[in-house]
């Protein structure tokens, strides 16, 4: 199986600041990465899929960028309805697996 | 909008089997290009793809769990469910099903979880 790694677990940052994911593959995945959302009580929600992509109807403050191992999720300018916990998710083969998931919160 | 909707107990024995069901409505669960999974989260923890299943009842399990997983589908009835045998407290989650697009490879479309716990 393929294990994904991502840090920090949690961060705490100001409205507005910029906010930076990493998100690390145990091996080659291309670009197959989707990064989802999830808050509290509720499913996930894809924001990002084959690394960089927006899905559809989501905010261009979000990004992401990477390919093979190393991928980056990033929010240009936190806003109180990004407070949730962020998975990189890969599905380069079976069994998709998700990173342990980062925490935000705000300062 | 389509919108998925998962059923079943909520407490099960351990060594029983947990079933669940997801029903899809506001769209065909026979649409191709798209697969019906299963996704799990044990309380305060990250989420585990379970399975997923294709229209045509093709399946793919993830191998920690296949000895005791099986996915179905009933397009009559534009459900697909889960079953898990043997199950034990480590089996306690939030249940989802999930639309898996064969397009760009996302879970796109959610139910709202299930809690299931495993308790005798």
């Known amino acids: 199986d393929i294990q994904m790694t991502q840090s920090p677990s949690s961060l705490s940052a100001s409205v507005g600041d910029r906010v930076t994911i990493t998100c690390q593959a145990s091996q080659d995945i291309s670009k197959y990465l989707s990064w989802y959302q999830q808050k509290p009580g509720k499913a996930p929600k894809v924001l990002i899929y084959d690394a960089s992509n927006l899905e559809t109807g989501v905010p261009s403050r979000f990004s992401g960028s990477g390919s093979g191992t190393d991928f980056i999720f990033t929010i240009s300018s936190l806003q109180p309805e990004d407070i949730a916990t962020y998975y990189c998710q890969h599905y380069d083969n079976i069994p998709f697996t998700f990173g342990p998931g980062t925490k935000v919160d705000i300062k | 909008q389509l919108l998925l909707q998962e059923s079943g107990p909520g407490l099960v024995k351990p060594s029983e089997t947990l079933s669940l069901t997801c029903t899809v409505s506001?769209?065909?669960?026979?649409?191709?290009?798209?697969?019906w999974a299963w996704i799990r989260q044990p309380p305060g923890k990250g989420l585990e793809w379970i399975g997923y299943i294709y229209p045509s009842g093709i399946t793919d399990y993830s191998p920690s769990l296949k000895s005791r997983v099986t996915i179905s589908v009933d397009s009559s009835e534009n459900q697909f469910s889960l079953t898990l045998s043997s199950v034990t407290a480590a089996d306690t989650a939030v249940y989802f099903c999930?639309?898996?697009?064969?397009?760009?490879?996302?879970?796109?479309?959610w139910g709202q979880g299930t809690l299931v716990t495993v308790s005798s």
């Open positions: 999930a639309r898996n697009s064969g397009y760009d490879h996302t879970f796109d479309f």
């Open positions: 506001g769209g065909s669960i026979s649409g191709t290009s798209y697969y």
